[in-house]
């Protein structure tokens, strides 16, 4: 008895034991030959048309609903439009996050790549998947909504009125940096092993900070923190004002995504104290 319990420690241990997983190479043309390369390009692809065709519907549903109404709150409201980027962050990543990683965003392509957890070929071959997913994505809600479209914005992201562009610009960078430092810490390898006792649904935290996020920023650029998100929304509804800043929802995700990459890899992992540690340890041989 004693013997299979020092055996059940020492499994337990191990079980808890942690090493950094190697980072992932800067090219693999290896993935290339891949099937499983080309499947999760497919889950990205579709996992952003969902998103799209379902988040600018409720958006296009709820400024229909309240055109021309008195009552201010009739619809599913800002918090209703929330739910429903947050939840179906929720339902996407949950589904797609053994096939691809559930990125369905270029901003947190970016910042995984710049920690080294994807290869510069996948993360651009996610991107472009998440660009074309997102274009067909509002091309659907078009389709099944002509009449109210283009008369409700096509569910563009724009400057709201009375906000300057830098504080529009801020707070893309702020919202992408909530999320993308909550994807790190949610699907972060180290805390799995150390708080294994402690089960996370990673898809659950990821979801909420997208919605409130959304609460937030909703009234200020109708809340991109999604590059592919805003660039098929302008290309379907292609008027002037959903390209005057678009610029703002590229910069502001990729800034915001950069900054949550770096504090997470060398703050609160400790990169650049472990790298320099290295490299001290190299001079004395």
């Not at 988040?55 to 109404?69: A, E, F, M, P, R």
């Amino acid at each position: 008895m004693a013997k299979d319990m020092e055996v059940a420690e020492a499994g337990s241990f191990s079980a808890k034991d942690y090493h950094d997983p190697p980072p992932a190479p800067l090219f693999d043309a290896k993935e290339l030959t891949k099937w499983s390369f080309y499947r999760a390009l497919i889950a990205e692809f579709i996992a952003t048309l969902l998103f799209l065709y379902i988040t600018v519907l409720t958006v296009i549903g709820y400024k229909s609903q309240i055109d021309g109404n008195a009552d201010s709150c009739g619809g599913v409201g800002i918090l209703g439009i929330a739910w429903a980027f947050g939840g179906m962050i929720f339902v996407l990543v949950y589904c797609t996050a053994g096939i691809s990683g559930g990125h369905i965003n270029p901003a947190v392509t970016f910042g995984l790549f710049l920690a080294r957890k994807v290869s510069l070929i996948r993360a651009v071959m996610y991107m472009v998947a998440q660009c074309l997913g997102a274009i067909c994505g509002v091309g659907l809600v078009k389709a099944f909504q002509k009449s109210y479209y283009k008369k409700y914005g096509g569910g563009a992201n724009t400057l709201a009125d009375g906000f300057s562009t830098g504080t529009g610009l801020g707070a893309e960078i702020i919202g992408t940096f909530v999320l993308v430092y909550t994807v790190f810490s949610a699907t972060d390898p180290k805390r799995s092993a150390r708080d294994s006792h402690v089960p996370v649904l990673a898809p659950l935290p990821i979801g909420f900070a997208v919605f409130m996020v959304h609460l937030a920023t909703i009234p200020i650029t109708g809340t991109g923190i999604n590059p592919a998100r805003s660039l098929g929304a302008a290309v379907i509804y292609n008027q002037d004002k959903a390209w005057d800043d678009h610029w703002i929802f590229w910069v502001g995700p990729f800034a915001g995504a950069a900054i949550a990459a770096f504090y997470h890899q060398f703050i609160l992992r400790a990169g650049a104290v472990k790298a320099l540690g290295s490299f001290r340890s190299a001079q004395r041989f």
